[in-house]
């Protein structure tokens, strides 16, 4: 029951004033507002004989006969009525911590529910009534309790501000604009409002269209984060894998060479030991002929020493000395040293390895901010060329293929053969080069006092660019300047843009990533004139327009 009621007081409320309807019109598109209200808004209109609706946009020519829709009245009387009978006495309602407080009331303040900005006053439900009952007071305008009321009359003649001078960009009371503001561009409050409404609609679009870039990007970090964390997790374990079968291979090689080691320490040992035993048994065997020699040198007998001697006199077999080498300071260097050349190479394998896993790619975090200044933005100056397989037929181009002039009419048709990407009698031509990250160029007009550049995608429409210039579709977006006003389009929803004065040279910068294009008036500095917030899916292409004969744009040189 609580939301259906707040239905019926949303559809019965003015989208102006945002109140119950007081005096309800309904305009041809079906919307609803007070009279007073759209009075006041259409008041701006008067001069361009063309009205539209604060709410959908659609205009009317002529204005529109307002008459009061009595079904509509007797609804929001109810309204009004049951919302009073259900508010509490005034009695129970003290005013509390930061409520505004009824003007009216005498002794304990009641909190207020409605300002009258004709009386300056605030009321409680009790003190308000007379407002709704007395026909005096009717005219009177009301909004929701608010404080600073002082702050919304003229500090010189005590009127209430209804005007906004356009000049000045500052509020107005009526006398105002017959004295120091007199001649002044000035607007109805109310109509001003409206306007404002249109641009703050606008704002919001583009708000939620970065609130929706910004949580793409966190939703794309946070997978990047959880796809980082299972790499890591898994290279942690494949690490842990590896190293474990690394460090079994090692002891494995560990003990082979060890054994290969005791190996030849075992042969070697055994060669040695049996060559010395062969020598202590030579030795032995020469002591022991050396004794029996003394023995008989010693005797007397010449007989018996002469046939002695001749027995003892023949020699034994003993080992070659020369062919035995003995090596005091035999090691195992030759082995440590190789095993020492194996610990270097697995080492500086290890460090070369280590230092290329180390190099991961990172997670970008950082948003760097637009460029401000022109030296800034040239830094992402990009060179352009027109492509001869896209240029209208209306259009010669020449110097290097950076220039296009419109020949108009069908006697000055240029020969470009055929081709399925060429525009068709529309002015218009794309360049060779694709735009997918930061770029900024510049384009020059001459021979009118308008030019326009965009960039498009590579699928813009060529045939039916008679009824889609560049930003009559979703697949393009453009920036015209003319000497009044620049003009940005895009899926054939135009932004006005004032400028002042008109440069005949348009700076464009381009992030695809971050979504962000901007348009800039160049001379010896640049000025932003409109900056959009958006989602690129494919490559941009840069696109330029000569529409009438005599006239000429060229890409700039900016090297």
């Known amino acids: 029951m609580a939301e259906?009621?707040?239905?019926?007081?949303?559809?019965?409320?003015?989208?102006?004033?945002?109140?119950?309807?007081?005096?309800?019109?309904?305009?041809?598109?079906?919307?609803?507002?007070?009279?007073?209200?759209?009075?006041?808004?259409?008041?701006?209109?008067?001069?361009?004989?063309?009205?539209?609706?604060?709410?959908?946009?659609?205009t009317f020519t002529p204005r529109p006969v307002l008459n009061k829709n009595t079904m509509l009245a007797e609804l929001a009387e109810g309204l009004r009525k049951t919302r009073l009978q259900a508010a509490p006495p005034?009695?129970?309602?003290?005013?509390?911590?930061?409520?505004?407080?009824?003007?009216?009331?005498?002794?304990?303040?009641?909190?207020?529910?409605?300002?009258?900005?004709?009386?300056?006053?605030?009321?409680?439900?009790?003190?308000?009534?007379?407002?709704?009952?007395?026909?005096?007071?009717?005219?009177?305008?009301?909004?929701?309790?608010?404080?600073?009321?002082?702050?919304?009359?003229?500090?010189?003649h005590?009127?209430?501000?209804?005007?906004?001078?356009?000049?000045?960009?500052?509020?107005?009371?009526?006398?105002?604009?017959?004295?120091?503001?007199?001649?002044?561009?000035?607007?109805?409050?109310?109509?001003?409002?409206?306007?404002?409404?249109?641009?703050?609609?606008?704002?919001?679009?583009?708000?939620?269209?970065?609130?929706?870039?910004?949580?793409?990007?966190?939703?794309e970090l946070r997978q990047a984060l959880d796809t980082l964390k299972r790499s890591a997790q898994a290279a942690?374990?494949?690490?842990?894998?590896?190293?474990?079968?690394l460090i079994q291979s090692m002891d494995r090689r560990r003990s082979e060479v060890k054994e290969l080691i005791r190996a030849q320490e075992k042969a070697e040992l055994s060669l040695a030991e049996d060559l010395l035993k062969k020598l202590e048994q030579e030795i032995a065997d020469l002591r022991s002929r050396d004794a029996e020699l003394k023995q008989l040198s010693q005797t007397e007998d010449h007989i018996q020493f002469l046939q002695s001697y001749q027995s003892l006199s023949i020699p034994s077999e003993t080992a070659d000395l020369a062919s035995i080498n003995v090596d005091p300071h035999f090691s195992f260097e030759d082995i440590r040293k190789a095993m020492a050349d194996m610990r270097e190479k697995v080492e500086g394998i290890y460090e070369k390895e280590v230092k290329r896993i180390s190099k991961v790619t990172k997670i970008q975090t950082v948003?760097?901010?637009?460029?401000?200044?022109?030296?800034?933005?040239?830094?992402?100056?990009?060179?352009?060329?027109?492509?001869?397989?896209?240029?209208?037929?209306?259009l010669h181009m020449f110097e290097s293929n950076n220039t296009v002039t419109h020949?108009?009419?069908?006697?000055?048709?240029?020969?470009?053969?055929?081709?399925?990407?060429?525009?068709?009698?529309?002015?218009?031509?794309?360049?060779?080069?694709?735009?997918s990250g930061r770029c900024y160029w510049e384009a020059e007009w001459g021979g009118s006092d308008d030019g326009t550049v965009a960039v498009?995608?590579?699928?813009?429409?060529?045939?039916?660019?008679?009824?889609?210039y560049f930003g009559g579709s979703d697949q393009s977006w453009s920036f015209m300047c003319t000497h009044y006003y620049g003009s940005f389009k895009h899926n054939c929803r135009e932004t006005r843009i004032s400028i002042s004065p008109s440069s005949k040279k348009v700076g464009v910068y381009l992030d695809y990533k971050a979504g962000t294009l901007a348009f800039y008036s160049v001379s010896d500095t640049v000025t932003l004139l409109h900056k959009i917030q958006t989602t690129f899916t494919e490559p941009l292409y840069p696109g330029l327009t000569a529409r009438l004969q005599g006239s000429w744009i060229r890409i700039c040189d900016l090297h």
């Not at 102006?16 to 701006?44: E, Q, R, S, Y």
């Not at 001078?165 to 109509?191: F, N, P, V, W």
């Not at 942690?236 to 079968?245: L, N, P, R």
């Open 4 to 58: 259906a009621a707040l239905k019926t007081q949303d559809s019965l409320s003015c989208p102006i004033c945002l109140d119950l309807l007081k005096d309800p019109v309904t305009i041809p598109c079906g919307h609803n507002f007070c009279m007073g209200c759209i009075k006041d808004c259409w008041a701006g209109d008067d001069q361009r004989k063309v009205y539209s609706c604060p709410q959908c946009r659609h």
């Open 90 to 156: 005034a009695a129970d309602s003290p005013a509390g911590s930061g409520g505004v407080e009824c003007d009216f009331c005498t002794g304990t303040k009641h909190t207020a529910v409605k300002s009258c900005l004709m009386c300056l006053l605030s009321f409680c439900e009790a003190h308000i009534q007379p407002h709704y009952e007395i026909p005096a007071y009717k005219k009177h305008k009301l909004v929701d309790a608010t404080v600073g009321l002082e702050e919304k009359i003229c500090s010189q």
């Open 158 to 219: 005590d009127k209430l501000f209804e005007i906004f001078c356009r000049s000045d960009q500052t509020l107005l009371c009526y006398l105002c604009t017959m004295d120091e503001h007199k001649g002044h561009d000035t607007i109805s409050a109310a109509a001003e409002r409206a306007e404002e409404q249109k641009q703050l609609v606008e704002s919001q679009r583009e708000i939620h269209e970065r609130i929706q870039q910004r949580e793409k990007k966190v939703q």
């Open 236 to 245: 942690v374990e494949d690490s842990e894998k590896i190293f474990t079968e």
């Open 367 to 394: 948003l760097i901010p637009d460029p401000k200044t022109r030296e800034e933005l040239l830094l992402y100056a990009c060179d352009l060329t027109m492509d001869p397989n896209t240029v209208c037929r209306y």
């Open 407 to 435: 020949c108009m009419g069908t006697k000055n048709l240029q020969p470009h053969p055929d081709h399925p990407e060429r525009f068709f009698l529309c002015g218009q031509v794309l360049c060779k080069e694709s735009l």
């Open 456 to 468: 498009a995608y590579k699928g813009i429409s060529r045939q039916e660019c008679n009824l889609k």
